[in-house]
């Protein structure tokens, strides 16, 4: 069987707002008025009994002397002053050793009344009747006792009155209750709507030149203005990935017509195919720049969806809010007008009010608190997109120019870029860094190449099922060289295929072109550097090492027009290439070549 929320899951914003809202307060108010009810039940009982006391205590003064002169018409006579009592059914006066001294039996005793034998002192109330014992002494000596049985029917009465008034104003302030609900509430569903309308039709056309309506300055109008700035951001990058690709398209459509033309002179044919070269190497570069800005849209997609889901934390809040819970005591309140002060004072309700209000402060201001914390998250969901799309804005403002560059920075930055992707496929990032010094090179071809490293070590580590997947990132300084690794445990490289991975095209993935490693491996050539790859065959992990050469980046801002002198250094350095078959294993993590461990090395990610 469905409980309530299974229930309200698939029921419209508006109707499920106004839905618990009624819920909450008509529960509310039941429980107030069974409460109330109670207390009058018990405090009446209360009354009764002691009402009873005094007439018995009355009673017992006024039948002294008749117990003392042995005179039971005189006091049949002081047991009849009952009669003014018309819940009083009987009532039996007893000498001190127990025996029956005097009866009266009350006109409203329709099976008329049978004085039980006299008993200890106490009260006790059998089905619709009070009985009472109650003795009493004469000078400090036992002198008898006095028994009154009361009729209780009353007390049903009050209650069915009690009932019925608490009927009417539970009616009465749900009425009220459902209209304040069905017109405050469109303040807080109407905006929710309209920003999951829009984040459905931009999901289901991937139109992101749809913008959500701003309706006010508050929490909802912040993240409605972010969630615009998103689209804005996804947007640009997408026409730029489009023309990206439909430029690359073109020209290589209008190469290969030029190459066809021309092919019948080999001079023409061979400076042909040298300028087609060139082209090819800036479309693959195009590819690469295009896959980054495809890796950036992708994070901030996943990131949309921990605002979303925050978006529906702050809905179940405010559904559960209780202020309706204070604006039926302020009601309550208005209503005693001048006897507000004799009503807090003296009513049972309004005794209640202050304690109330107490624990209703509390439980507001915890609202509040979990509130602004899921706002908090909101905004950092928020800053953390504008942190991806401005790496990728500053990335993508330089091209060509040679700057002082910190590898280790970059390499963060690539991480940044592909941070969601690693968490939502549990891969650990391991961080080995060494000192090494900064690089004059550019920044963006080094960001490119990294970016689709980190994502092809990734997929290798998704697509082996294993739970312990790790991304181990090393940078050293080694020969004249800076060496970037990023080493995976994951399906590792075929032995036929490891001089095929750099080749244009060439691909394992069923949704992949081939771009990726052939633009890396030709950006790492034009920065001075190689892209190697080493691989102990499949399952085994593999490793991609970028090496760039080390040049003063001082001396290149003095004379920025030399070419980089140390280029050769890192190329012709005699070392063992990884284009075969390598035998070396991928370190643990925090462990050196040399099998000690760096205290540099690798906080985890």
């Known amino acids: 069987m469905k409980t309530l929320t299974q229930r309200l899951a698939d029921v419209p914003l508006k109707r499920k707002v106004t839905i618990i809202s009624m819920l909450s307060s008509g529960v509310a108010l039941l429980l107030a008025c069974t409460a109330f009810v109670t207390y009058e039940l018990v405090t009446f009982k209360d009354a009764l009994v002691a009402d009873m006391y005094s007439h018995g205590a009355l009673i017992a003064h006024n039948s002294a002397a008749a117990l ?19 819940q009083v059914l009987g009532a039996a006066l007893y000498d001190r050793s127990g025996k029956l ?43 008898g006792t006095v028994y009154i049985e009361a009729d209780i029917e009353s007390v049903r009465e009050r209650l069915a009155r009690y009932g019925l008034i608490g009927l009417l104003v539970l009616l009465l302030a749900s009425g009220v209750a459902f209209l304040l609900s069905t017109r405050l509430q469109r303040t807080i569903s109407e905006p929710i709507s309209a920003l999951a309308a829009i984040v459905h039709d931009v999901r289901a056309s991937q139109d992101y030149s749809l913008r959500a309506t701003k309706l006010g300055n508050d929490e909802l109008g912040e993240l409605i203005d972010g969630f615009n700035a998103m689209l804005h951001q996804i947007e640009s990058q997408a026409r730029a990935l489009r023309q990206a ?3 690359l398209e073109r020209r290589v459509v209008e190469r290969t017509e030029l190459l066809e033309r021309e092919i019948a002179g080999r001079e023409s044919a061979q400076a042909q195919l040298h300028r087609t070269h060139d082209e090819l190497v800036r479309a693959s570069r195009q590819a690469g ?18 605002v979303n889901v925050a978006v529906g934390v702050l809905t179940e809040q405010i559904k559960h809010s209780r202020l309706t819970n204070l604006q039926k005591v302020a009601a309550l309140c208005q209503d005693q007008g001048d006897r507000l002060g004799d009503f807090l004072a003296s009513d049972p309700r309004g005794k209640r009010i202050p304690a109330y209000m107490v624990q209703l402060a509390e439980h507001l ?26 790496v990728q804005q500053n990335y993508a403002k330089v091209g060509g120019v040679n700057e002082p560059t910190s590898v280790v920075d970059v390499l963060e930055d690539a991480v940044q870029m592909t941070n969601a992707s690693l968490h939502r496929h549990d891969v650990e990032v391991v961080r080995d860094y060494a000192d090494v010094p900064a690089l004059d090179t550019e920044k963006h071809k080094v960001l490119q190449i990294l970016v689709n490293l980190i994502r092809n070590a990734k997929d290798a580590c998704a697509a082996t099922g294993r739970e312990d997947k790790q ?10 060289c800076v060496r970037v690794s990023v080493i995976d445990n994951g399906i590792g490289i075929a032995p036929e295929n490891l001089t095929r991975v750099f080749a244009h095209g060439f691909t394992t993935k069923k949704d992949g072109h081939g771009f990726g490693l052939h633009s890396g491996a030709l950006a790492a050539r034009e920065l001075g550097g190689a892209l190697t790859l080493a691989s102990e065959g499949p399952n085994r992990g593999a490793t991609f090492t970028l090496e760039l050469p080390i040049r003063d980046a001082l001396a290149a801002n003095d004379d920025s027009s030399s070419p980089p002198s140390m280029a050769a250094t890192c190329a012709d350095e005699p070392r063992q290439r990884s284009s075969g078959m390598s035998r070396e294993r991928p370190f643990a993590r925090g462990e050196t070549s040399s099998g000690t461990v760096n205290p540099q090395v690798a906080r985890q990610y």
């Open 289 to 306: 720049m295009a896959e980054v800005a495809t890796n950036v849209l992708h994070n901030v997609g996943n990131v949309l969806n921990s």
């Open 471 to 480: 991304i181990t990132l090393r940078v050293r300084d080694e020969g004249g």
């Open 245 to 247: 690709r439909h430029t």
């Open 101 to 143: 001294f005097a009866a009266y039996a009350g006109a409203t005793a329709e099976d008329g009344f049978d004085a039980p034998s006299a008993a200890a002192d106490g009260h006790r109330f059998e089905g619709n009747r009070l009985k009472l014992f109650h003795s009493f002494d004469v000078a400090g000596e036992p002198a």
């Open 365 to 390: 201001l915890a609202e509040r608190t979990a509130a602004l914390a899921e706002l908090d998250s909101l905004r950092g969901n928020v800053e953390h997109i504008k942190g991806i799309v401005t």
């Open 68 to 86: 003392l002169f042995d005179d039971p018409v005189s006091a049949e006579r002081t047991l009849e002053s009952f009669s003014t009592q018309p």
